[in-house]
């Protein structure tokens, strides 16, 4: 189990855009970072391609983040952020817990 999971809603906390929030649009753990909806975004040039109809150009896209420049969004906590803890519940599964609140969150919401 991830600690930030794709469909979170995180804030970014350290960096240019420190305080911005996005939606994470996946994981990857082998790197230990994310991509994130409207956050560090790069220019790149992109060869035109006639079999997939691109036009190629200079295009906008998000780089990947480190994870532990992340924290995730929680409504009810202080500032906001919390991060992330598990524990098994009564049916015996490992969930994740916001710490700071002691909410269960699912994967992409929070509850």
Request: aromatic share 0%; charged share 25%.
């Amino acid at each position: 189990m991830q600690r930030i999971c794709k469909g979170d809603l995180v804030r970014l906390i350290s960096g240019k855009e420190s305080t911005k929030e996005g939606i994470v649009l996946s994981v990857s753990n082998k790197h230990g970072t994310a991509i994130v909806e409207g956050l560090n975004i790069v220019r790149r040039a992109q060869k035109a391609s006639p079999a997939n109809q691109n036009k190629g150009g200079i295009i906008a896209k998000e780089a990947p983040i480190k994870l532990c420049k992340l924290a995730l969004v929680v409504s009810k906590a202080p500032q906001g952020i919390s991060k992330v803890a598990y524990k098994v519940n009564k049916t015996g599964t490992k969930v994740r817990v916001a710490k700071k609140t002691n909410t269960e969150l699912v994967a992409g919401k929070k509850k």
